[in-house]
């Protein structure tokens, strides 16, 4: 099992943000996370992640238990995160994005790099192939020398999920990754999201808002609010809920 | 953002070059040659002055790496370019070391001083930062000051410190240092550049930019703030180091918070996160009180007291800030490229797209 989150509980002083949170993404798989508004799912994300410490309760990862490894190391451990703002870096082109992203695949240090000529430059030409097939991936070829600052609000968010599968993860988390899309962008990236989902079988954690989306392409939903589970299930199943309705979806 | 047609790339390294533009190279080899050329053409003066600029062009890259690439405010240039004057001190003095042995000591002794001050950037950042960093400057300025009172006795005016030698080469007048100089400001430059475009520079810009993100991508923090600390201190150290070598004579009085802050106008000046900004930063704040200097001798006698002079010049660091802040605040670097943009699109005049960074 790529991650098992079990008992999450996350407090903060007499607020309790997640409460009892259990969670579990098979092999490849999609999983969608809705819910309404403060209902902790970016704190859950914030857990797997590292960002949180959690206040009890467990996140394995592919065996592993990373409840308290710093975020970096979590990185390391393959978890990829794409930000609910993309969180590029604003003064980086497009490319030196995603060659941050690679950063833990590579090894040049303070001295080989400033030297340059030799292991350095072997493994820039290398990593930046491997950007090309990254940026083949996600269609962003006329962006590869724009500053992150100017790109289009969409292509920014693109480049963030880009930029988290540059370091090669096990696991991908998509922070509301189509929020604040147009129509025509939010179906582009269905379509990317749909192409990591069969072509790379990447299992993914994706907070989401549009039920419409979510229905089509996720595998299953789990339903948050104020801190709990819900609901949990097949789409189709987590519809008709009376809970799931209540809480989120409303009645006509 | 480059022009479409220069942007026409045959294999991947090309989007890693530093001079990307044919008549950049040519620009670069013209500077370099005039450079060489340079010493014939003016007085031993104006050598002087560029030495001047050459060395402390080192330190300026130095604080550049640090604030300019990775976002860490530092208050303390002034005490690491100390450090390495008092390490050369100590060294050729007390123990008579070779120039050879005393610049890798003062590069250490830097190193070391940056891992202790990169320390607090872990836990803070800018203005608390900046206070830290202030902190330690009178700490080593102290160490100094006690120092040069107790150990080196007869040292009201100084300490003097011999011509430095490698080998059987003596680095001796204005001429000889002019060469040094440049040949080391060279190499600098290209280990900064280097370092900017691979792996280090860009988790430090990283971190600069959005240190969350980063850190969600693997960058170690700790590891890379603490890097930059060290890279930072050991060039202005050994920056310091060569002043003082180029000098003959330290004094703890010459490192005081003013230099500290002419440091920081360099940079802002120049242009933050801008290799070339820290080198035309560090021209321009070294040339600027010599050449208010040279404006007050065009005045009448009466107005050109000393003390009036000098405030002038102090006075005038601090317009410099402010001025280039309000008005641009990407420093020279940006002018620079704003003029190169005019002739790229000569006989065009588009106003120029604003692509910036910011």
Partial sequence: MPLEVQNLTLKFGGLTALNG????????ELIAIVGPNG??????????????RPTSGRIVLNGQDITTVPI????????GRAFQHAELFPHMTVTENLL??????MKTGVFSGAFYFGAAKREESIERKAIEGIIDFFELYQYRDVTAANLPYGVQKLVGVARALALQPKLLLLDEPSTGLTREEKENFARFLLRIHHELRLSMLWIEHDMQMVADLADRIVVLSYGEVIGEGPPEAVRKMPKVIEAYLGVD | MSRTGYNLRTNYLESNEVIRRPY????????LAVAVLLPAATSTFFVHLLNLCFLS??????????????????????AFLAVGAFTTVILTVHVGAPFVVVIPAAAVTGAVLGFI?????????????????LAMHYTVIFLATSYQANFAKSASAGITIPDPSIGPLVIKGEYTWYYFSLVLLTLVTIWCVNLIRTRPGRAWMAIRDRDI???????????????????SSTLASVSGSLLAYYSNVVTVETYTIDLAVIYVAMIIVGGMGSILGALMGAIFMTLLPFGIDGLFSYLPREWRYGSTVFGVQVGAVGICIILFLLIEPKGLAEIWRRIETYFDRWPFRYRPLDTTRH
């Fill in chain 1, 39 to 52: 209902a902790g799912k970016t704190a859950l994300l914030n857990c797997i992640n590292g960002v949180y």
């Fill in chain 2, 57 to 78: 062009a080192i330190g300026a890259l130095g604080l550049m790496l640090l604030t300019g690439f990775c976002g860490q405010i530092s208050l303390g240039h002034a």
């Fill in chain 2, 117 to 133: 001050i990169g320390l607090p950037s872990l836990r803070f950042r800018g203005v608390y930062l900046a206070i830290i960093t």
């Fill in chain 2, 24 to 31: 950049q190279k040519v620009l670069v080899a013209m500077v």
């Fill in chain 2, 213 to 231: 993100a980063a850190e969600a991508l693997g960058i170690n923090l700790t590891r890379y703030k603490l890097m930059a600390f060290m890279v």
């Fill in chain 1, 21 to 28: 949170v259990n969670l579990s993404v098979g092999d490849g």
């Fill in chain 1, 100 to 105: 941050v992203g690679r950063h833990l695949l």
């Fill in chain 1, 72 to 79: 970096d190391k979590i990185a390391l451990a393959g978890v």
